[in-house]
Each structure stands twice: as structure tokens, then as C-alpha cells.
């Protein structure tokens, strides 16, 4: 996606690498949500990480491009108007062709039981909104190389 400002994105990007060290490496990563700011100001964030990042504004439409692109790292809100996160999740781990992806819970929802409800639905990782730059970094550090997320995950992320 071409975005009119993306000057003011690479130098970002710049001085977000410099800032943090070592980069994890780079994985193909949905984000899912509804809200078209969050959705982007998440996927700024991403790409400063190096990350290859494209936005799923609705669960239906990441249906599809789950399909489709078969990514690597699925981040996705739990409150979406038309499919929310965790039929998503069950979607997605329903789907043999997608037990390679790692799925990633973040919400507002940061109870235990909302953890707990998220894990149970297929999601490897929850993160609770906002989510700051190191959570993002340390997540994607911690993935494994080929990208898999364990059977009823591991969070370790509040």
C-alpha cells in the first residue's frame, strides 16, 4: 500500500532500528482491526521493525487474506464488529494449511479470564492495548524461526 507520507515513515523507521539495536527477522504479518488508525499506527510500528506488514480492517476480510497470503504472524483485535478475534483465532486454527501461523491476541481485555478466553481460542500470544514499541520488539524476537505457534500457546505477554 503506497501512502502519500512515506518519507516521514522511513525516516521513522530510521531512528526507531537505531534505537532498539538488532532487528528480529522479517515475517509476513496480518494485523486485524476494525479501527483504521489502530490498525496503521500498529503497522508503522511493525515496519520500523523490518517487518512485511499488510491491514485486515474487518474479520471477514483477514478470512481472506489468511487464505490467501498464508501469514506469517496473525495480530488481531478481539472486538470487531462482523467476526470478532476469537472465532477468528478458531477459523484460522480450524484450517490445516495455517498450523504454521502464530497467532497474536491484542485487545483492551486484560483480565486473566480474557487471557485465558484468548489462549483457549486458538491465540499463542496476548498483548493488551496500547502495546508499547518493546513489547512489539521483544514479541517478535522471542517467535521461533519457522513461525508456529504452540498448541495453547504460551503468552508470558500481559
Known sequence: M???????ARSFSKSVGTSLGDQPPPRHVLIVDDTRVAAHALERLLEALGQRVRVALSGMEALRMVAEERPDVVISDISMPDLDGYELARRIRSDPGCDRVTLVALTAYGQAEDRRVALDAGFGYHLVKPVSLKALQELFAG????????PGGTSGQD
Open 2 to 8: 503506497k501512502r502519500p507520507d512515506d518519507a516521514p
Open 143 to 150: 517467535f521461533p524461526t519457522a513461525s508456529v505457534s504452540a
